[in-house]
């Protein structure tokens, strides 16, 4: 059987480390915003060049608090897009503004710069772009759209941390960047996790009220706040993670390149780079008209594989009814054709070779 990611190879390599600093911390009885907490996020803004880290429960949280501490309410319109996981528009809901979904770039799967100009209304007050799969979104043209309208920028970094556009890190370039720590992530705990990162001295005084039941000082209460604090164990995990972050991502994307050389003559799409941001493969998806057929031959070999993500969200149940005029042609194309193969830092050559040749079967044979 091969996983879509092992984990438990990962773990073999970090075991010592991570048993070590859990022992260490039960026996400190140090559980709740402890010292492995504060360290993460001193070092997590160190690695992303941000002023300040405030680590949350999740990613979806990390999204939510984010849009609450960049002054989005109910009223506000957030455009967004369609093809991504629904936490990103459910934090937009949270908050009680509308997410406005647009359509993306047929090649970077990215939420479209165009688009995004055309769906500006008086009422738009934010752009949320997904670096979806790891790609960096177009940022120097989103950057420059907010600046045009005066909005705000909130960037959606589940899937991107470690991934940099032109030497800054995705996450760095917005108002504020949410990330992601679940466990199949390039940067993953084990169990769920998130970040908030903000460059704005305000924005960080109440994003960490808004992950403490809005408290600064125990017991005193400024305003309503969450229950939303990164577990001290799960820090632990994610420092001995982070020091190996680069290293992880360049192994991804090694392989992701090594995908693509093998499969260049079969009759399918694999992934595009834009050659300005450096994607970290969070996921190899590629297209191809015979999916279906691809899958099947995949699984009857318990080979991983899935498909990310099959309905697009202005077609979900939830919001069907509200964008029942909204038409995104190249979001509907991709998410009927889309496919991701296995892909991590663990990820070997013999292993590609095996899945390729499958692939290859199923197109050829």
């Not at 940022?139 to 005066?150: G, Y």
């Not at 020091?243 to 090594?258: E, F, G, L, T, V």
């Not at 009927?336 to 292993?351: G, M, N, V, W």
Request: hydrophobic share 40%.
């Amino acid at each position: 059987m091969i996983p879509m990611v092992n984990l438990k190879a990962q773990y073999a390599e970090i075991k010592d480390e991570v048993e070590r600093g859990l022992a260490e911390t039960i026996a400190n009885c140090s559980f709740i915003l402890g010292p492995n907490v504060q360290a993460f996020e001193r070092e997590c803004a160190d690695y992303l060049g941000v002023k300040h880290a405030i680590a949350v429960a999740s990613g979806t949280d990390a999204l939510h608090l984010a849009l609450i501490a960049e002054g989005i309410g109910p009223g506000d319109e957030v455009i967004t897009t369609a093809f991504t996981f629904i936490a990103t528009a459910e934090a937009i809901c949270y908050v009680g503004a509308k997410p406005v979904f647009v359509d993306i770039d047929p090649k970077t799967f990215n939420i479209s710069p165009e688009a995004i100009e055309q769906a500006i209304t008086p009422k738009t007050k934010a752009i949320m772009p997904v670096h979806l799969f790891g790609q960096p979104a177009d940022m120097a043209r989103i950057v420059d759209i907010c600046k045009q309208h005066d909005l705000k920028l909130i960037e959606d970094c589940c899937q991107s941390f470690g991934a940099s556009i032109n030497g800054k890190q995705t996450g760095a370039i917005g108002d504020a960047g949410a990330y992601s720590f679940f466990p199949s992530k390039n940067l993953g705990a084990y169990g769920d996790g998130g970040l908030v990162v903000t460059h704005s001295d305000a924005a960080a005084e109440t994003l960490k009220m808004l992950h403490n039941h809005g408290s600064k000082v125990r017991y005193y209460h400024d305003i309503i706040g969450y229950n939303s604090r990164l577990d001290e164990m799960q820090a632990v995990i994610l420092r001995a993670k982070l020091k190996r972050i680069d290293r992880y991502n360049q192994s991804r994307r090694r392989a992701a390149h090594r995908y693509s050389e093998l499969m260049a003559d079969l009759p399918l799409t694999t992934p595009f780079e834009d050659g300005v941001g450096e994607h970290v493969y969070h996921q190899y998806t590629l297209l191809c008209d015979r999916r279906d057929e691809v899958m099947k031959a995949l699984q009857e070999k318990e080979i991983g594989c899935a498909v990310y993500y099959p309905v697009p969200l202005h077609r979900q149940n939830v919001f069907k009814e509200a964008c029942a005029d909204v038409s995104l042609p190249v979001t509907e194309e991709v998410a009927a054709k889309c496919l991701s193969l296995p892909i991590c830092s663990e990820l070997d050559e013999a292993t590609i070779g095996t899945i390729v040749a499958v692939i290859r079967g199923a197109l050829q044979g």
